[in-house]
Structure formats: structure tokens, C-alpha cells
């Protein structure tokens, strides 16, 4: 069976990134990524879910392809870079996202945001080694 793949926006200023609190993992952190669509481009993928899990809107011709990784058994990761002057202040995020969870209620798929280190431990540790690739390349 083919690997799924993500597409997913690493937004910085070169010393932090925005990252996400997914839902129901309150001591965890991830970037914003998600599936890819049938017939969507890589870097249409990465910045619409950006949007969708941040309310930040950039266009997809703004990112810079990093190329894509192995990420879990099941899972690649196609990567790309948006370098900013400064980042969003987090208490202007929305996730627009949802799914519905275990208990059939409808929730966010990001409950928070917060502007962490690259080698913030609680990010997954599947997306650790490559956050650790990307700030070297910084």
C-alpha cells in the first residue's frame, strides 16, 4: 500500500515557528499540515491548511519547497518553508477546522497556537528530526 501524504507550512522568523496545539493533545505540538486532494498541488495543500488550521493566509507561490520526507510507516511529509519578518501574534489564530472526535462531537483541530524553539521537545517526534534539518539549513 502507497504512503499517504501531508503537506505542511514550517512558518518562521528564522529563531521561532508557529506551531499548533492539536486537539486533544495539550502537551503536544505540531506544524500546520494536513492530506493532500485529489489533483491539488503540494504547495496549494500546505498553504490551505495552513489557513484552515491558523486563519494565516499566505499564497502558495510565497513557499519554499524543502522536498518531501519520511515521516511515519504510513505517512511522507512534503515540507515548505515560509520565512517571515516577524510572526503572528497568537492570540489572533482561529483554527477553521474540525473534525469529529471519538465522542461524535464536532472539534478543532487545533485548540491552541504558541511560537516555540525548533528543538522544542514537545513537538512529535517524528517531526523533530526535521525541524532539527531545517533550522540548520536557516
Not at 111 to 129: E, K, V
Request: hydrophobic residues 40%; aromatic residues 10%; contains cysteine.
Amino acid at each position: 500500500m502507497a504512503k499517504q501524504l501531508s503537506c505542511g507550512v514550517i512558518l518562521t522568523n528564522g529563531y521561532q515557528l508557529l506551531a499548533i496545539v492539536p486537539w486533544g493533545k495539550k502537551n503536544s505540538l505540531d506544524i500546520p499540515k494536513g492530506h493532500i486532494e485529489p489533483g491539488e498541488s503540494p504547495a496549494v495543500c500546505a498553504a490551505r491548511e495552513l489557513e484552515e488550521e491558523t486563519s494565516f493566509e499566505v499564497a502558495p507561490s510565497s513557499l519554499k519547497d524543502l522536498g518531501t520526507f519520511s515521516y511515519t510507516a504510513d505517512k511522507d511529509l512534503h515540507l515548505f518553508l515560509h520565512k517571515v519578518t516577524s510572526l503572528p501574534k497568537v492570540e489572533t489564530l482561529k483554527c477553521l477546522s474540525t473534525f469529529t472526535n471519538q465522542y461524535g462531537r464536532v472539534v478543532p483541530e487545533a485548540t491552541g497556537f504558541c511560537l516555540a524553539s525548533f528543538n522544542d521537545p514537545r513537538f512529535y517526534a517524528s517531526l523533530q528530526p526535521l525541524l532539527f534539518l531545517v533550522q540548520k539549513s536557516l
